[in-house]
């Protein structure tokens, strides 16, 4: 017998292995799939990361994913565990928390009985309510909260989402969570903006549309989800049961928190039902995006008609959102989509309206960045249209790129920096990391991090301005001016250190225009806190200053300075600010068990 040698064994084996696109096209796609995992712009020549390099990377313990082509689960597959302590894998039984993708399966059930004749999507809301109505105010007095404009975010009510609950805790009715009675915190039921008129996102609105089912109907939100979309669509593995049935606990993922934590409990209870309290596999939620689409392109689903159906892949007043979905045009292609945040859960749906593409990806960790290059790998390997732009980098030469350097206004207290880096031209934003811009020709420079497109323009006077451009529809965003070097907006002086100069600067904002975004209270607070989970706390201490001098009659301010000066160990200026937010907010729950605990350290180190 002739000898082999073992290396050349080896390399035939791998071979072997490895199928093609013609042996075996899914495994081939799954293998590109699961190391393509790219930026939202993809420069010629990167490179891509895996699945598992990037699990690790974000810290996410599990995930399952099923990729559509053609109408049909091409294939599906789980990676990592359900819980880092257990060590258990998770599989394509596995349950997750599919949160606010719970919102467009619910959406589906009103238009079935919308078809049925139970309920009107266009009447008022209040004339089918029975066990409570949505107060009349001067802003419903012009229109009226609709089925429709609540499922659409259109109907100007009002709570953005939910934190959930922890087992053991009391767990609030519908209606209490409508009125904002004890155990809630948040009151879901109200609204602040004529209906009709501008999208808002609000799980609130959600809320009040189960109530008018109860109402109408009686029974239960879970019990109408399985009669009416579970059970026909076959999502076996999936309830709205809030807490959900001991007997499936075993097959439930636990979450982790973006610190890599797990939630405590495990997992939090959702009883708004409708907005986020779907339990699901990526299985299911594949079944209801192929049973959506279907239904678009041949009238063939399993529970609404093609002309119900539309309303949900159409815009509805704003251009990115339909009646219980989101849109996303890329180019000539409009996919239809859905994410999800729950504490220690994020998911996300995708499907091509026309084309039988899509994906669901669901992972027990709140690190949607990881999601996203999943869906865009997968998007890439099985060649979804414009879905991924690529661009080849065209070099330019480093004196005129010198040429584009310096700080740019964006409104009146932010900006972005243009720096050349060894030979390479740098976009560095006051608020979040810096990124390279590619010259992609013509003038032309792309970002691998958006989908955005960027041009230096010169006038006949030498000022530079920075043009920034949708690439898709090549509409102008914004055009950004170079600042001098002696000008400088407001945070800059936070970033000083230099707090008195910041304030004089806000306030110069605030008696310029009360209603800039940039002093607004809730942003300023915002801002804040991402200042926090970044570990710049002297900044953070600041700014909630800043924001307590300009909006000194807000209980939340007071609460946020304090908690600052508790995370950097001043507990004189803490128990002092909690006091004091407790003398506006004596129902601030959190305050008062801080001051109860500043207080007894410090009696007792006396």
Excluded at 295 to 303: E, F, L, P, R, Y
Excluded at 379 to 390: G, H, K, L, M
């Amino acid at each position: 017998m002739r000898y082999v040698a073992p290396l050349f064994v080896a390399i035939l084996f791998a071979a072997c292995q490895t199928p093609t696109r013609t042996d075996d096209p899914n495994e081939f796609l799954r293998r590109h799939v699961e190391t393509g995992l790219c930026n939202p712009v993809f420069i010629e020549g990167d490179s891509t990361w895996t699945i598992e390099e990037r699990m690790k990377h974000y810290g996410v313990p599990g995930m399952s994913i099923a990729v559509i082509d053609d109408y049909k689960i091409a294939w599906t597959k789980s990676y990592g565990v359900m819980d880092s302590t257990t060590m258990q894998p998770v599989t394509d039984s596995t349950l997750f928390q599919a949160a606010s993708i719970s919102k467009p399966v619910f959406a589906v059930a009103v238009l079935k009985l919308a078809e049925q004749g139970t309920l009107n999507i266009d009447e008022d809301v209040n004339s089918m309510l029975t066990s409570w109505k949505i107060p009349e105010n001067a802003f419903t007095a012009k229109e009226k909260v609709t089925l429709k404009r609540l499922l659409g975010h259109v109907a100007g009510t009002t709570v953005h989402g939910f934190q959930g609950y922890r087992h053991g805790e009391p767990l609030p009715t519908l209606l209490s969570i409508l009125k904002g009675e004890a155990p809630c915190e948040l009151t879901a039921g109200g609204g602040d903006q004529i209906p009709g008129t501008a999208w808002r996102y609000s799980g609130g609105g959600y809320c009040v549309a189960s109530q008018v089912i109860l109402d109408k109907n009686g029974g239960t939100i879970p019990q109408h989800m399985h009669d009416l979309v579970l059970k026909p669509l076959g999502m076996s593995r999936s309830t709205y049961e809030q807490p959900m049935p001991k007997a499936m606990e075993h097959s439930a993922a636990s979450g982790y928190v973006p610190d890599g934590s797990m939630t405590v409990g495990k997992w939090h209870i959702y009883p708004e039902i409708s907005p986020d309290g779907l339990w699901t596999t990526a299985t299911d939620l594949a079944r209801f995006v192929i049973d959506m689409q279907k239904t678009i392109a041949t009238d063939s689903g399993k529970v609404l008609s093609r002309t119900t159906s539309t309303q949900m892949v159409e815009p509805f007043l704003d251009p990115n959102t339909a009646v219980g979905l989101m849109l996303d045009n890329k180019g000539s292609e409009r996919y239809f989509e859905h994410g999800g945040w729950n504490e220690g859960f994020c998911g996300q749906i995708y499907g091509s309206v026309k084309n039988g593409n899509g994906a669901v990806v669901l992972i027990n960790a709140n690190q949607p960045a990881f999601m996203f290059e999943v869906i865009r790998s997968i998007a890439r390997a099985y060649d979804w249209s414009e879905f991924v732009p690529q661009h080849k980098e065209m070099p330019m030469d480093s004196t005129a790129l010198r040429a584009f350097t310096g700080r740019y206004r964006i409104g009146s207290d932010n900006m972005v920096t243009i720096a050349l880096r060894n030979g390479k031209l740098y976009r560095e934003p006051l608020r979040e990391p810096p990124t390279e811009l590619v010259h992609i020709g013509d003038g032309e420079f792309a970002g691998r991090t958006d989908e955005r497109s960027r041009r230096f323009l010169k006038d006949a006077t030498g000022a530079m301005t920075l043009q920034v451009s949708d690439t898709k529809s090549g509409e102008v965003l914004s055009k950004l001016s170079r600042m001098k070097d002696d000008e400088r907006i407001p945070f800059e002086y936070v970033q000083r250190g230099d707090r008195d100069a910041a304030l004089r600067g806000y306030a110069d904002l605030k008696a310029a225009d009360p209603n800039d975004g940039a002093v607004n209270e809730e942003a300023l607070n915002s801002f804040g806190y991402t200042l926090l989970s970044a570990h710049l706390t002297e900044q953070a201490r600041d700014l909630f200053f800043i924001n307590m001098q300009l909006y000194p009659e807000s209980a939340n301010v007071y609460d946020s300075y304090a908690e600052a000066c508790l995370k950097l160990g001043d507990k004189k200026q803490a128990l002092e600010y909690y006091k004091r937010t407790l003398a506006m907010n004596p129902q601030n729950q959190n305050a008062k068990g801080i001051v109860a605990e500043l207080e007894r350290e410090m009696k007792g180190s006396r």
